[in-house]
């Protein structure tokens, strides 16, 4: 994918914070697909977010902050 540089620097989102939505629009979205969100943070440019899918499994991922779609491998 054009996202995968290797130089740690291109995966930053830098989205205008006046262009985030609030946690609570993202613990809403995150709702609607069936995990159960504990806990919203902002990490790196992002959300951070700790979760449980619906098998009751403990995920840590990273939100977009305009869109709220997940981020995989945001940080790794």
Known sequence: SALAADDG??????????QWVSPSQIAEKLAAQGYKVHKIETDDGAYEVD?????GVLIEAHVHPATGELLPGYDD
């Open 51 to 55: 979760m449980t899918d619906k098998n």
């Open 9 to 18: 620097a291109s995966n930053r989102l830098n989205v205008p914070r006046d």
